[in-house]
């Protein structure tokens, strides 16, 4: 979407928008508009909107209101990403191409434009990129946004929302396309391609290095899959030289058939965003690298197809992992957490990071827990994890603590080796998370957060359609500039 600034209204205006605060529309309206408004129930509460027409020197024009709710609410800025993406719901394939904001006429700071603007985008997002025949009148329309009488620093404003909507755009997208589309070589690729000129540096293990480094529990998910697995690590160095590193990990399982272990059919087309996690990670280092974020911070993702093959590992396998723990293979479909445990070892080998925050879409059970309003975070540090939820709460990626204690883990010990990779029935999400733990090495303040339930929606949310949500990008960048930049 291309935004621009304007000083003054242009002639040809298709739609012209205006944010009102609640119970605050203003008294120099046309009648039309204010008792229209009035008799259409609209009181400017976050995320109505009322449209109406209007004429002004001889033209008629089409004029929308969003409502930003109550002046002084605490969530103002959230409140004002309603507004913003309530006009993209509406206006996205509407017919009209471009809107036009009066933001002298609202009560917007820069810091409120920046944030309707990012709700304005992020609703207008949608992927149309597979089809061939849709019809003209249900293509996406809205291509432009005119910003009139904007306020001072409204650039930088707008710079930075548009740095997070590229990392959450590009996340939407890997989590959408297909496995025959996105397979750890091609998730790499297109990752190579949207870093170019970013500044983050790229490290890419294949199957052979991988090999060399003793990750036999990666490389177990992949043994049924005739795709190669990757590990992309992705650096991004914008703080104070020498100073150690936050790592982010992901899981990307590009497509989880669940092995031998197979899934049922119903339902398995989902299983193209098991790299949910992965994919959240990804948009959020390019998200802090177009913004130029003031901190060191890693991206490292292990890329698997989980697939049934004469090769497949079996359940009951023992495979080493790269920190040398053997484990168990009990079920090859509890596939995500021995992709996690060598890349997390991998990354604090390798990096020594202060902390440690992994995000997968790990469980079946976070969803039976928590459906799809939190995502779950498990943790061995206190301040981690309320930071991790307070950045969470603040841009709508929400979480909720789940307890990790030594009962849990017990629960995970196996008979033939180290650990075996599923436990009972009950507490599905914990024991996957304790598996987790027991590759966290130093005490190191570390972070689990089982997404299952938060990377795709079957009806649209505050600033997403159905599909995919690119939950966890601004979890991640407001993690970041809130304990790292300041
Ligand atoms: N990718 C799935 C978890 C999942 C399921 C994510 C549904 C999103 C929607 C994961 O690899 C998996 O299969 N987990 C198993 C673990 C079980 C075998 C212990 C599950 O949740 O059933
Ligand atoms: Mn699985
Ligand atoms: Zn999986």
Not at 19 to 24: E, I, Q, R
Not at 205 to 210: A, F, K, V
């Amino acid at each position: 979407m291309n935004i621009t600034f304007a000083d003054t209204l242009p002639d040809d205006i298709s739609l012209l928008t205006q944010v009102v605060d609640h119970g605050a529309i203003p008294g120099d309206l046309e009648r039309t508009v204010s008792e229209g408004a009035a008799a259409a129930r609209f009181r400017g509460g976050a995320g109505q909107v009322f449209e109406s027409f209007v004429e002004r020197d001889g033209k008629v024009v089409r004029l929308a209101l969003a409502g930003a709710g109550k002046a002084d609410a605490a969530d103002r800025l959230g409140n004002l990403e309603k507004a913003g993406s309530a006009l993209g719901a509406k206006y996205f394939a509407s017919g009209v191409d471009t809107l036009v904001l009066d933001a002298g006429g609202s009560p917007i700071d820069a810091a409120g434009l920046g944030a309707l603007l990012l709700g304005l985008r992020l609703r207008s997002w949608r992927y149309d990129e597979h089809r061939t025949t849709m019809k003209k009148d249900q293509k996406r329309s809205l291509v432009k946004v005119v910003v009139v009488g904007a306020p001072e620093g409204s650039d930088a404003a707008l710079a930075d929302a548009a740095a997070v909507a590229d990392g959450v755009e590009f996340t939407r997208m890997l989590v959408t396309e297909p496995a025959n589309k996105v397979y750890p070589v091609s998730f790499v690729e297109k990752a190579q391609a949207a870093f170019e000129g970013t500044g983050v540096e790229l490290t890419i293990l294949d199957d052979n290095d991988m090999e060399k480094l003793g990750m036999g529990a990666l490389l177990g998910v992949g043994r049924g899959s005739e795709r190669e697995s990757r590990l992309l690590a992705m650096r991004w160095n914008g703080g104070d030289a020498g100073e150690r590193p936050t790592v982010f990990v992901g899981k990307g399982v590009t497509f989880d058939t669940g092995g031998i272990s197979m899934k049922p059919a119903a339902g398995m087309e989902d299983m193209k965003w098991d790299m949910g996690g992965s994919g959240a990670v990804t948009g959020a280092m390019l998200a802090m690298a177009k913004r130029k974020a003031k901190a060191n911070v890693i991206g490292v993702v292990g890329l698997v197809e989980n697939m049934p093959d004469g090769r497949a590992q079996l359940p009951g396998d023992v495979v080493t992992s790269m920190s040398g723990q053997t484990i168990e293979v009990i079920n090859t479909d509890a596939e995500g957490r021995l992709v996690l445990c060598d890349a997390l070892h991998w990354a604090q080998k390798e990096y020594d990071p202060v902390a440690i925050v992994d995000f997968a879409t790990l469980t079946g059970a976070m969803i039976i827990a928590l459906g799809s309003e939190h995502g779950g975070v498990f943790s061995n540090d206190d301040e981690l994890a309320g930071k991790l939820l307070a950045a969470g709460k603040s841009v709508g990626d929400k979480l909720w603590r789940f307890p990790l204690t030594p009962e849990y883990d017990k629960l995970i010990d196996s008979p033939i080796a180290d650990i075996k990779n599923v436990g009972p029935r009950g507490a599905g999400s914990i024991t996957a998370a304790q598996f987790l733990q027991r590759f966290i090495t130093d005490d190191r303040p570390w972070a689990h957060c089982d997404i299952a339930g938060m990377v795709w929606a079957d009806k649209p949310g505050r600033t997403w359609g159905k599909g995919a949500t690119g939950y966890g990008v601004r979890l991640i960048d407001r993690y970041v500039r809130d304990t790292l930049e300041n």
